[in-house]
């Protein structure tokens, strides 16, 4: 059971990866044209082009599942005051593992994220707080982090082609030029 919800998170997450990878591509797709149509029509646009797919598609997958991770968040701090009720003293590092190990299992797609953990020093009451906020910092890290990526991505995925139309177009008009010296007017004769 507890893999298929894996499992079936898992495929959701990139499921939802892929739709927002195509739907980000088309409006790139849509701005690149109406910049030019010569970038559309580019083999550096289509080789770009797949590979930003793939890229944003594996950054997109990682950011929805640790976005329905951070979900999770507030029941894992239910689950863990259940554990803890009964408990007090000071938390060691063997004992802050042991509880985190149920938490994993509980909720696999924590497990996915993190897998140490090291609340040694805390009060057991304390620890879910501490547990929680330090997962919800930790996830709200890495979403940045994918952001972050994907932002350079997408900027990198429209220089490319753009830089390339450019230099296109610059050889195209040193081309012409050179062509329009060597036509001689022959009506002078």
Same mark, same amino acid.
């Given at each position: !059971? ?6 079936? *998170?898992? &495929?959701?997450?990139? @499921? ?9 591509? +088309?409006?790139?797709? +849509? ?9 559309? #029509?580019?083999?550096?646009?289509? &080789? ?11 950054? @997109?997958?990682?950011? &929805?599942?640790? @976005?329905?991770?951070? #979900?999770s968040v507030g029941s894992v701090n239910i689950y863990l005051n259940q554990l803890v009720e009964d408990y ?11 509880l985190f190990d149920k938490v994993v299992e509980e909720f696999p797609i924590i497990g996915t994220f993190v ?6 020093? #805390? ?11 330090t997962m919800n910092n930790y996830f709200s890290t890495f979403i940045w982090h994918r952001v972050g990526w ?11 082609? !753009? ?19 060597? *036509? #001689? ?5």
């Amino acid at each position: !059971m507890i893999y298929f919800s894996l499992i079936s *998170t898992a &495929i959701s997450s990139i @499921f939802y990866g892929v739709i927002a990878t195509f739907i980000v591509m +088309a409006i790139l797709y +849509a701005v690149l044209a109406a910049i030019s149509r010569n970038i559309v #029509h580019s083999i550096p646009f289509y &080789i770009t082009g797949v590979i930003l797919a793939l890229l944003l598609s594996i950054q @997109f997958s990682l950011l &929805i599942g640790a @976005f329905q991770a951070k #979900h999770s968040v507030g029941s894992v701090n239910i689950y863990l005051n259940q554990l803890v009720e009964d408990y007090e003293g000071i938390v060691s590092a063997q004992d802050s593992q042991i509880l985190f190990d149920k938490v994993v299992e509980e909720f696999p797609i924590i497990g996915t994220f993190v897998d140490l953990a090291d609340f040694s020093g #805390h009060e057991i009451s304390e620890l879910p707080d501490v547990v929680c906020t330090t997962m919800n910092n930790y996830f709200s890290t890495f979403i940045w982090h994918r952001v972050g990526w994907i932002v350079g991505f997408i900027v990198l995925g429209c220089l490319i082609p !753009m830089l390339y139309d450019k230099r296109d177009n610059s050889q195209r008009g040193t081309s012409r030029k050179k062509i329009a010296r060597r *036509t #001689h007017n022959y009506d002078d004769f």
